[in-house]
């Protein structure tokens, strides 16, 4: 009787201690979803995740004939990296071509575009820093780590001298697929713009269309 009084105190005493944490679940990461208002409108449409590589996943538009991989380029120009939209002739070509290759780079395969049509550095304050000294010293950059393209907060259109880069943005609507009208007002889009921070919204600022160069 002794011996179970001191395991029930014992216990009380646990429980008076001990805290519940408030510390919310981490958010799953996306294996599919609709980008929506995107500054060239060709990279519209559902996207599904590839695999992951280096810690950074691949994405690729699920459509027929040509497509766009979503890849994370670690020596971009200029010292830059970050995610970049490539253009590719066709899903199957640039899959086989790198199903069995280290390098998973849309950069490398001679049926992509050598570079990508919007990119999105992991940098603090992104659009002050390229914007007002592009490239000037990226080894002075302060980056950070964000392992999927939609949680990179500052999207610009590529240059490969890295010094006229325009402003970009879109929208990606977290395991969802598009509607017909492609309207975006899919229930937690997670809206990536420039110079802003990733956000929850349904709520699109309109903005200029443009086709993608040949």
Known sequence: LVFLTALAYT?????????TSTTPAP???ASYGCITDASYS???????????KSGYS?????????????????????????FGFYRCEA??????????????SPANVEFCQGTPLLFCPPLEDAASVLQDGAGTDATNYVWYSVPDFYECATWFTYSDDATDLGS??????????????????????????????????????????MSPAA
């Open 58 to 82: 691949i994405f690729i538009k699920q459509t027929i004939g040509e497509t766009y991989v979503i890849y994370y380029e670690s020596s971009l120009s200029n010292g830059l990296r970050g």
């Open 42 to 52: 060709a990279l519209e449409g559902n996207y599904s995740k590839y695999r992951d």
């Open 91 to 104: 899903e199957d070509l640039y899959l086989d071509r790198v199903e069995s290759q280290s390098s998973q």
């Open 168 to 209: 970009a943005s879109l929208t990606f609507a977290n395991s969802a697929y598009c509607t017909d009208s492609s309207s975006g007002n899919t229930g937690g889009n997670v809206v990536v713009g420039p110079g802003d921070k990733t956000s929850t919204q349904t709520d699109v600022t309109t903005k200029k269309k």
């Open 11 to 19: 216990a009380i005493v646990c429980a008076q201690n001990s805290t």
């Open 27 to 29: 958010t799953s990461r």
